[in-house]
């Protein structure tokens, strides 16, 4: 061996070897997620709902909507605009959806379920939902989305194809939801949601802006105007029985537009720990 052939080896020696950036365990990312999300007893919210695609498409194209939430079971949606009004009532697992006073068939749209991810708690609540949308909570890798390293869980990065949760890496902010195409439910296509824009408020984050995608189309389109934490809440808000018997039963062959066509029951997939 020459000396400068020495030389190099003792170079290439001394060089320190490539490292993999260290990966928090999936579950341990989700926990740190519902920690920086933080805790309320309510939420309500005030925004716009833009409507960009639907199928079939509304009468308008937005709404003004009002959301209220109590964590981690209930939440009431009320969107209206020109005449037209559309409520959404969850409770536990159990959905309601009315448009203009008559009950509406079938499942909620996988792209209109953007809420589920931050109602559910604790961070076993979190774990099992996510499992049942197909998320494999025991998979984690280290991302890019735009400017930003996310924590991928339930895929190895840059693999898009399985579910999967992007969780911001420093602030622990979910920014990005994808579940792969359906082969039970009609609008089966590739659902992607995305979360921009949070802000912090009286210990909650929340998103100002949300990006809901199918087949690669951005369907609609959320844009929060205010935020109230802990307002209080009458209890017929949530009330589930009560409503069914306000809200008016279709007739036949009505009252499947606002949510598709009839098909599998699919309730609200939102996983919480029992009441005492």
């Given at each position: 061996m020459?000396?400068?052939?020495?030389?190099?080896?003792?170079?290439?020696?001394?060089?320190?070897?490539?490292?993999?950036?260290?990966?928090?365990?999936?579950?341990?990312?989700?926990?740190?997620?519902v920690k920086a999300l933080g805790q309320a007893?309510?939420?309500?919210?005030?925004?716009?709902?833009?409507?960009?695609?639907?199928?079939?498409?509304?009468?308008?194209?937005?709404?003004?909507?009002?959301?209220?939430?109590?964590?981690?079971?209930?939440l009431r949606a009320d969107a209206t605009g020109d005449g037209y009004r559309r409520q959404t009532v969850i409770s536990g697992r159990t959905a309601l959806l009315a448009v203009n006073g008559v009950l509406q068939e079938g499942p909620l749209p996988r792209y209109s379920r953007y809420h589920e991810i931050l109602m559910a708690k604790p961070r076993q609540a979190l774990t099992d939902h996510l499992r049942m949308l197909g998320v494999d909570v025991t998979v984690s890798s280290l991302g890019r989305l735009e400017d930003r390293y996310c924590y991928v869980v339930g895929a190895r990065y840059p693999d898009e194809t399985p579910a999967q949760l992007w969780v911001e890496k420093d602030t622990f902010y979910p920014l990005r939801l994808m579940l792969p195409p359906s082969t039970r439910l009609t609008d089966g296509g590739p659902v992607e949601i995305r979360y921009r824009n949070w802000t912090l408020m009286d210990g909650i984050?929340?998103?100002?802006?949300?990006?809901?995608?199918?087949?690669?189309?951005?369907?609609?389109?959320?844009?929060?105007?205010?935020?109230?934490?802990?307002?209080?809440?009458?209890?017929?808000?949530?009330?589930?029985?009560?409503?069914?018997?306000?809200?008016?039963?279709?007739?036949?062959?009505?009252?499947?537009?606002?949510?598709?066509?009839?098909?599998?029951?699919?309730?609200?997939?939102i996983e919480t720990e029992k009441k005492n």
């Open positions: 020459t000396w400068w052939g020495a030389v190099l080896m003792l170079m290439l020696c001394a060089m320190p070897a490539p490292s993999r950036a260290y990966v928090l365990m999936g579950e341990h990312v989700l926990d740190l997620m007893e309510t939420v309500a919210v005030t925004q716009v709902l833009t409507i960009h695609a639907d199928s079939p498409p509304l009468p308008l194209s937005s709404l003004e909507e009002r959301v209220r939430i109590r964590f981690p079971y209930d984050a929340y998103p100002m802006h949300i990006v809901m995608r199918q087949n690669h189309q951005i369907m609609q389109e959320i844009r929060v105007d205010r935020l109230q934490v802990n307002p209080v809440f009458t209890p017929d808000v949530f009330d589930i029985t009560a409503l069914r018997r306000e809200w008016t039963q279709p007739l036949e062959g009505e009252g499947r537009g606002a949510m598709g066509p009839p098909g599998v029951t699919d309730p609200i997939p």
